[in-house]
């Protein structure tokens, strides 16, 4: 092994889960918990590098990533194509994975499986050895995937309905209020635009009964003409009611995400949408996207084929990577299939990592999501900018952030201090702190 070689060779890799502040924001399974865990990925090369990376911070990840970060030590940061293998060797099927009916409340992404939690997990190391190798050669991450094809990357604001604070007083307080109407959506959207430059928007639905999601969106319609408008569910219709909302909002709605779950009836919806199939709605198709029944490698064959989605929104946390983003990418080309990108709860590291993935994407056409804007605490040193609603894709070497050792200390006190009880993301826990009878509504809920 040559000196160079050696150099990347990793020699120490470092966990740090943290707790990370997040709003009351509500979604149709309850609300956000007052904090969020996300795990900090720290690798450190033979020659001194360090790259970071980011995921899930839940129990059932920390379980998968102990034993992965060990193994780790002494492989090089370029060996990525090794990832995969070495983490079904050492992994195993963690408890976390529930079963085929669990769905993974966290992630809103569909079933949770033992295949899917390592995807989540040795993505957060494939951003780090990325980020190691880049510091190291002096590129930055997104010439590792082969070169920009943008210099900046849109991204939409992401609102949702909300309370003005959690119950009981927990958490942090911020000054946004409440949004549980048409004019507080509206107001919402409005502080999004003048503070971040956003000129596109994605409501969070399946909270309130389907005609009031549907006068929120004709409220922002009005409100931002011409603007590209989302609405996303989280599979909480029916097929009826997802074809309801689709002849009310057809001329309005740039796509809708996940009206129902499942591929079956995302298939259902999307035949009736384009005339081929019972109960057609009339007038142009309305895409249907995903971030739910299109989650691997192994759901796109049956999803294409049926022509259930014509959007995938890819999230790097849980298809394994960046490099998994670009194959996603040429595979939804290949099909004719439209390419964004989701967003869960995460801090800086991440956006760095999505903004980087998202410049190599040729044919990335709509606007990305993102929680950032919502976060008000980092593991950064400085923060990263929403300029006119886009995010600068930096030329520095690796993922061109450093990390704030000062306040990951802080956050990952916190999760320390925590009794257990915030550790896994749950947001029906949260919700019967206002409402004790709550439990996660079956779907279709309307």
């Given at each position: 092994?040559?000196?160079?070689?050696?150099?990347?060779?990793?020699?120490?890799?470092?966990?740090?889960?943290?707790?990370?502040?997040?709003?009351p924001?509500?979604?149709?399974?309850?609300?956000?918990?007052?904090?969020?865990?996300r795990?900090?990925?720290?690798?450190?090369t033979?020659?001194?590098?360090?790259?970071?990376g980011?995921?899930?911070?839940?129990?059932?990840?920390?379980?998968?990533?102990k034993?992965?970060?060990?193994?780790?030590?002494?492989?090089?940061?370029?060996d990525?194509?090794?990832?995969?293998?070495?983490?079904?060797?050492?992994c195993g099927?963690?408890?976390?994975?529930?079963?085929?009916?669990?769905?993974?409340?966290?992630?809103?992404?569909?079933?949770?499986?033992?295949?899917?939690?390592?995807?989540?997990v040795?993505?957060g190391?494939e951003?780090?050895?990325?980020?190691?190798?880049?510091?190291?050669?002096?590129?930055?991450?997104?010439?590792?995937?082969?070169?920009k094809?943008?210099?900046?990357?849109?991204y939409?604001?992401?609102?949702?309905?909300?309370?003005a604070a959690?119950?009981?007083?927990?958490?942090?307080?911020?000054?946004w209020?409440?949004?549980?109407?048409?004019?507080?959506?509206?107001?919402?959207?409005?502080?999004?635009?003048?503070?971040?430059?956003?000129?596109?928007?994605?409501?969070?639905?399946g909270?309130?009964?389907?005609?009031?999601?549907?006068?929120?969106?004709?409220?922002l319609?009005?409100?931002?003409?011409?603007?590209?408008?989302?609405?996303?569910?989280?599979?909480?219709?029916?097929?009826?009611?997802?074809?309801?909302?689709?002849?009310?909002?057809?001329?309005?709605?740039?796509?809708?995400?996940?009206?129902?779950?499942?591929?079956?009836?995302m298939?259902?919806?999307?035949?009736?949408l384009?005339?081929?199939?019972?109960?057609?709605?009339?007038?142009?198709?309305?895409?249907?996207?995903?971030?739910?029944?299109?989650?691997?490698?192994g759901?796109?064959?049956e999803?294409?084929?049926?022509d259930?989605?014509?959007?995938?929104?890819?999230?790097?946390?849980?298809?394994?990577?960046?490099r998994?983003?670009?194959e996603l990418?040429?595979?939804?080309?290949?099909?004719?299939?439209?390419?964004?990108?989701?967003?869960?709860?995460?801090?800086?590291?991440?956006l760095?990592?999505?903004?980087?993935?998202?410049?190599?994407?040729?044919?990335?056409?709509?606007?990305?999501?993102?929680?950032?804007?919502?976060?008000t605490?980092?593991?950064?040193?400085?923060?990263?900018a929403?300029h006119?609603?886009?995010?600068?894709?930096?030329?520095?070497?690796?993922?061109?952030v450093?990390?704030?050792?000062?306040?990951l200390?802080?956050?990952?006190r916190?999760?320390?201090?925590?009794?257990?009880?915030?550790?896994?993301r749950?947001?029906?826990?949260a919700?019967r702190?206002a409402?004790?009878?709550?439990?996660?509504?079956?779907?279709?809920?309307?």
């Amino acid at each position: 092994m040559t000196d160079r070689e050696n150099a990347l060779a990793l020699a120490e890799v470092r966990l740090t889960p943290v707790l990370v502040a997040d709003p009351p924001l509500l979604n149709t399974q309850g609300v956000h918990q007052p904090y969020t865990p996300r795990l900090i990925i720290e690798v450190v090369t033979e020659g001194g590098v360090t790259g970071l990376g980011e995921t899930y911070g839940d129990a059932g990840y920390l379980e998968l990533a102990k034993p992965l970060a060990v193994s780790l030590l002494g492989r090089s940061v370029t060996d990525l194509n090794g990832l995969p293998a070495l983490a079904a060797e050492v992994c195993g099927d963690p408890a976390a994975a529930n079963g085929p009916d669990a769905v993974d409340v966290g992630g809103l992404r569909g079933v949770r499986t033992a295949d899917k939690l390592r995807l989540s997990v040795l993505s957060g190391f494939e951003v780090a050895c990325l980020d190691a190798w880049g510091k190291a050669v002096g590129l930055p991450v997104h010439a590792l995937l082969g070169g920009k094809v943008r210099d900046t990357v849109e991204y939409g604001a992401y609102l949702f309905y909300r309370w003005a604070a959690h119950p009981g007083g927990r958490g942090e307080r911020d000054d946004w209020g409440a949004a549980l109407d048409p004019a507080g959506v509206v107001a919402q959207a409005r502080r999004f635009a003048d503070t971040y430059g956003f000129t596109s928007f994605k409501l969070k639905g399946g909270v309130f009964e389907p005609a009031q999601e549907v006068a929120a969106i004709k409220a922002l319609a009005e409100a931002f003409p011409g603007r590209p408008l989302r609405l996303d569910p989280n599979g909480a219709w029916s097929v009826p009611t997802a074809l309801a909302v689709a002849q009310e909002l057809g001329d309005v709605l740039e796509y809708l995400e996940d009206p129902v779950s499942g591929t079956a009836r995302m298939a259902e919806v999307a035949a009736a949408l384009s005339g081929t199939g019972p109960g057609g709605v009339p007038g142009a198709r309305l895409p249907l996207a995903t971030n739910m029944c299109v989650t691997t490698f192994g759901e796109i064959a049956e999803a294409f084929t049926r022509d259930a989605v014509q959007i995938v929104l890819s999230d790097h946390h849980y298809w394994g990577g960046l490099r998994a983003t670009r194959e996603l990418a040429a595979v939804c080309a290949a099909f004719g299939v439209g390419v964004a990108m989701h967003s869960n709860t995460h801090l800086g590291i991440s956006l760095a990592a999505m903004t980087q993935v998202a410049a190599t994407l040729p044919g990335l056409r709509y606007a990305c999501d993102s929680h950032y804007p919502w976060q008000t605490e980092d593991v950064l040193t400085e923060r990263l900018a929403f300029h006119d609603g886009r995010v600068a894709v930096g030329d520095a070497p690796g993922l061109g952030v450093e990390l704030d050792r000062d306040r990951l200390a802080v956050l990952h006190r916190r999760w320390l201090a925590d009794d257990g009880t915030l550790r896994d993301r749950d947001d029906a826990a949260a919700m019967r702190r206002a409402d004790p009878g709550w439990t996660a509504p079956a779907v279709p809920r309307w």
